[in-house]
């Protein structure tokens, strides 16, 4: 039986990775020991074909959340892209479903890149308007994810963590905590990561992610094509000592290794978080 | 209310279509502001370019060293519009021919956006022999795509996507039907009677008329109607027209 965690009362569906191209048939037909599987929403918003033949193979065998990346919440509403995602979600029937707090693009251009928004009250009205939004109109949990920050805006006058948390709360919605993420802006922008996890109001973490990143001569970039590094195992386990057992996601999205290798990727994870359960208060 | 008009311009800048402007990024404690938003252009230059060359790999393959260039001036042409990196090449075909690329470029990039489409698309409505009975209204399947092509590049593009030799390019009318078979994309040659039956079938024409047409050009081919249909049902070619 799922034990339950935060305030929403979802299922902790353990470590899980990201389901991606490379490893579909081989998932379902060898069923590996991995507890849960990401689906990235925008792959499977489509008609038919192989996308949705193994989906509709997966969701038979694995507990699954969707993911998504181009909600654009700091920008206005695409309906196009709102009308399939809510029925790619109903498909799946999962507890909750995610996207980024960021912009992606505006109704003319799209970037595809998950820009970080300017942190004011304005902004904030906006994003907590659309989140209130889709939640309602799903009438399933949404959970907003930290993104990794390579840039600062001027106009931004509210922290980070602190306007994250004023979203959640306004909005009653979930987050789905990057410990990646924050540890990379933390670095590009000079903030303490740790610190930055004590003002996040972590009974609404329903999700985290994991994942590894590249080291530049002047900046770290999100890049999900490392193993996870030592710093950001050692703030998961922060987390993870703060919010108690949580689902937790491995993201490997380039230079992806085999199965096996992300399924001991995993079991990484299982350790450091039954460690930091384990460990003294 | 939102500063779209602010986005537009950050949206500009990091697509490379206005110059970097600093002045609103804070820095940070190893990067200058211009440092910063320039992440974000570097980043958008190497997803797009990817993104681009995946949805047109036949293309990317006969283009070489050009590839670069060409695909660069088609992004830069034709930034993408909608959410999905899917249909980042959709207005290829209308570009390459704007461009006046060559008739093979042209007709890989068709070949091209036919397969990426076929991949995705919704799986067909088996047709029953009792439904063709009725002589109903029909359209090809959604996974299905008719292309003319004036070479032999579905050939070459097969060769060079399984790393094989490349059949030399030949001048050639080439009637071909993309379409998915399971989950795979398959393409195949077929007669032209054949192929302009299902045209004709998929511009809207009824079946009566679109027999008839093809049997007066081609009348050789009325004994083997019976079986064509049975291989259209079959492969799911074809499906009844619902609208």
Known sequence: MARTVSRFAVPDLGVGVGYRVPHYTQVVEERPAIDWFELLSENFMVEGGSPIHHLERLIDAYPVAPHGVSLSLGSEEDPDHVARLHKFVERVNAPWFSDHLCWTGTRVHRLHDLVPIPYTPQMRDHIVDRIKSIQDRFGRLFAVENVSAYLAYKDSIIREQDFLSEVVERADCGMLLDVNNVFVSSCNLGFDPVKWLDSIPMDRVVQIHLAGHSIYEKYRLDTHDHPVCDEVWALYREAIRRIGPVSTLIEWDDQIPSLARLAEEADLARRHRDEALNAPV | ?243
Do not use: C
């Open chain 2, 1 to 243: 209310m939102l500063p779209s008009d602010w986005q537009e311009k950050m949206a500009a800048m990091i697509r490379g279509a206005e110059p970097l402007d600093a002045s609103w990024f804070a820095g940070g404690p190893t990067v200058t502001p211009d440092e910063q938003i320039a992440v974000y252009h570097n980043q958008y230059r190497l997803r797009m370019y990817d993104a681009l060359a995946e949805e047109l790999p036949g293309l990317s393959w006969m283009l070489g060293d050009e590839a670069e260039d060409v695909l660069w001036r088609y992004l830069d042409a034709n930034p993408p519009n909608t959410w999905t990196l899917n249909r980042i090449a959709a207005r290829f075909q209308d570009w390459a021919v704007a461009e006046r690329m060559s008739d093979e470029q042209v007709d890989m990039t068709k070949l091209d956006l036919a397969v990426a489409a076929s991949f995705e698309a919704a799986w067909g409505k088996p047709l029953s022999v009792a439904q063709l009975m009725e002589m109903p209204s029909l359209r090809l399947s959604p996974h299905a795509r008719l292309l003319r092509l004036r070479s032999n590049v579905h050939l070459i593009r097969s060769a060079a996507l399984q790393k094989k030799d490349a059949p030399a390019l030949e001048s050639i009318d080439r009637p071909l039907l993309v379409f998915r078979r399971g989950i795979r994309v398959r393409h195949m040659e077929l007669p032209l009677p054949q192929w302009t039956l299902l045209s004709r079938i998929d511009a809207g024409e009824d079946l009566g008329s679109a027999l008839e047409a093809v049997v007066a050009e081609w009348p050789d081919v009325a004994p083997q109607l019976g079986e064509w249909f049975k291989a259209f049902a079959e492969t799911d070619w074809v499906q009844v027209r619902e609208d």
